[in-house]
């Protein structure tokens, strides 16, 4: 078996082992270079928050704080922040407890804790937070997600508002902390199956060090060395 025979044969094979992955990144890389990342995100589909008169706020967060420590024992704080929330000012009060992060609300006016969010006061966020054309077609409450759901990582429980417009848009309302989290919709579910492929994480998506595509890239590095040797082989015997 010769040289050039030997290149040819371990180029062809590293070629249809690799290519219908070249081509998944080559079709990745021209969706996520040619979108618009604010449309991919939904940003253009979220309303500004509103801006509330000093008048909304008349409680400092202390009794709620120190409530939190007789009750579940909470001594540090991860984040205390004031948000509106369908006309009114809470307390977002963010901690650790059994290692999980929490988050609690407290009435900016009474400076009382409240419960999470019912579904009818959730809508009511998601509706004036949505800038869209659309009207809500279908709710969910969510208690778990898989790693491939678009909602992944993100706090839980939570209320999904999906709407009718052209984009599917879904508006996520986290019951704990009142805000909305994330407004998925078609270009970005196109974005994150191509970013599936562009990593090869099929299980996370966001995984960039995983073994499969270092494995890929090596790969596609020796095909395009073997690439230029078959050239230089071929070359040199095409002149002899």
């Known amino acids: 078996m010769n040289t050039n025979y030997l290149i040819r044969k371990t180029h062809r094979w590293l070629g249809v082992l690799i290519g219908i992955q070249f081509l ?17 995100h939904g940003d253009h589909e979220k309303k500004p928050a509103p801006l509330l008169p000093l ?8 009794e709620a704080l120190e409530s939190l420590r007789r009750t579940e024992g909470v001594t540090r704080l991860t984040e205390l922040r004031l948000v509106p ?25 009474s400076g009382f804790l409240r419960p999470p969010l019912t579904e009818k006061e959730a809508r009511e966020v998601a509706l004036n937070g949505y800038a869209g054309p659309g009207t809500i077609v279908s709710v969910e409450y969510l208690t778990e997600t898989n790693p491939h759901h678009e909602y992944r990582e993100n706090p839980l429980p939570a209320y999904a508002f999906t709407f009718d417009d052209a984009r599917h848009t879904t508006v996520y309302v986290a019951a704990e902390s009142g805000a909305i989290q994330k407004v998925r919709n078609r270009p970005w579910r196109r974005f994150d199956f191509l970013w599936m492929l562009h990593t090869m994480d099929f299980s996370s998506r966001d995984n960039i ?20 040797l078959l050239f230089f082989v071929s070359r040199k015997k095409g002149k002899r």
Do not use: H
Request: charged share 15%; proline share 1%.
């Open 24 to 40: 998944a990144w080559s079709l990745g890389g021209l969706y996520f270079s040619w979108s618009d990342m604010d449309e991919v």
């Open 55 to 62: 008048s909304a706020l008349s409680a400092s967060p202390i």
């Open 85 to 109: 929330i369908s006309g009114r000012l809470y307390w977002q009060i963010v901690y650790q407890k059994d290692g999980k992060k929490k988050t609690r609300l407290a009435d900016a006016l």
């Open 209 to 228: 060090g995983n073994w499969l595509l270092r494995a890929f890239s090596i790969f596609g590095v020796a095909t395009v060395c073997s690439g230029f």
